[in-house]
């Protein structure tokens, strides 16, 4: 039986290209495998392609009648690994942590413990708008989602 556990350590046996990292493999109750993967230059569709050849081709029994999507997380779709949060230094993310609190602001730095995030936070003093500039470093225990800002300007 084919399991999520199997295709991660194939892949990262197998991922030839350094920079390409494996974010999340599902496989759903409906028969259905993703395998969402990502670089820092971003991923191709042909190497999405290549990537999804060789797993059909490792797993051609176990897979069966199962569907098999590779492909990159998409813009919407919530960090799951460092290495993404390394991706986007420098970028605008919404954090969303577990006690409901939302931070908004640039990704510092991230490590194994967690992320620093630059917060920009306006106030009025004596009739005055004041931006103060807060870093705040947030444990990854701490996180429920990150998401990244889109901003069209």
Not at 39 to 66: A, L, P, Y
Not at 71 to 97: A, C, E, H
Not at 114 to 125: D, H, K, P, Y
Request: hydrophobic share 40%; net charge negative; glycine share 8%.
């Amino acid at each position: 039986m084919i399991t999520e556990e199997l295709i991660y350590e194939f892949l990262e046996d197998k991922l030839k290209v350094p920079d390409i990292f494996i974010v999340e493999v599902k496989i759903s109750g409906g028969g259905k495998i993703t395998v969402y993967l990502d670089s820092n230059k971003g991923i191709t569709i042909e190497e999405c392609v290549e990537i999804s050849r060789m797993i059909e081709k490792k797993f051609e029994e176990e897979i069966g009648d199962h569907d098999l999507e590779v492909s990159s997380p998409g813009l919407n779709m919530p960090f799951r690994i460092l290495k993404q949060y390394l991706k986007n230094l420098g970028k605008q993310v919404t954090v969303l942590k577990k006690d409901g609190i939302k931070i908004q602001g640039k990704i510092l730095s991230a490590d194994e413990e967690g992320v620093l995030i630059e917060q920009i936070i306006t106030c009025r003093q004596n009739g005055k708008k004041i931006k103060n500039i807060e870093e705040i470093k947030i444990l990854f225990n701490e996180i429920k989602e990150t998401r990244l800002v889109i901003s069209i300007n």
